[in-house]
Each structure stands twice: as C-alpha cells, then as structure tokens.
C-alpha cells in the first residue's frame, strides 16, 4: 500500500495535461465574456430601436358619420363619427432639436488670419 502511494505521489505525468487544459479553459471563458458582451450590447441596440419605433407610432384616428334618410325626408339611421388626436407624452420619441450656444466672447480677437484682417 506504502509502495502505491509512493508510485502516485511521484507521477507526474498527469500534471502539464492538467495545466495546459486549465490554461486553455480560462482563454476559452474569456473569450466567450467577450463574445457575450458584444451580442448584449447589439441586443439592447436594437431593443432601443424597437423601443423608438413604438415611441413614434402615431395613434390619431378619425372617422366620419353616416346618415341614410328616407324617401319622405324622415332620418332612417344615423351613425356618429368620432376621432382621437394623439399628443405627445413623455414616453414619445422626441426629435433631436439642435440649440445654439453662445460662450463668452473672445477678446484676443482669435489668430491672424485671412478672415479677420490680420
């Protein structure tokens, strides 16, 4: 029994396999996070996309009435119209509105060029 364990106790044969499989899993794992980030952030892309086209959806409806009178002028059926104008709420896409910023004025005059004379 002493003699059996001393014979697994000096095997080393199994080691570098196990090193070198432990060395390739971890390169694996790291590239499969990677991989998986990359399908995350292309997923809640096109989510966001999905998202803004919902938001766009204009749900404004209107249709008219209709009236069938009869031959002597009486009203044989009425049907009313109706209609909804849609608003925007916060949820809706909003268009991207480009503003003018005005800094403070330059008193140098900027760099000599053509433009300004110099």
């Not at 432990?22 to 809640?44: F, K, N, P, Q, S």
């Not at 204009?58 to 008219?64: A, E, L, R």
Request: proline share 3%; with cysteine.
């Amino acid at each position: 029994m002493l003699r059996n364990f001393s014979k697994l106790a000096s095997d080393e044969q199994g080691f570098i396999i196990s090193a070198e499989l432990v060395l390739v899993m971890t390169i694996a794992v790291l590239a499969m996070v990677v991989g998986l980030t990359a399908v995350r952030d292309a997923i809640t892309e096109e989510l966001n996309d999905v998202s803004h086209a919902f938001g766009s959806v204009n749900q404004s409806y209107n249709y008219n009435g209709l009236k069938k009178g009869r031959q002597w002028g009486s009203v044989h059926a009425v049907v009313a119209g109706s209609g909804f104008n849609d608003t925007t709420d916060d949820c809706d896409c909003k268009p991207i509105t480009f503003c003018e910023v005005n800094g403070k004025d330059d008193p140098s005059g900027g760099m000599p060029n053509e433009a300004n004379g110099w």
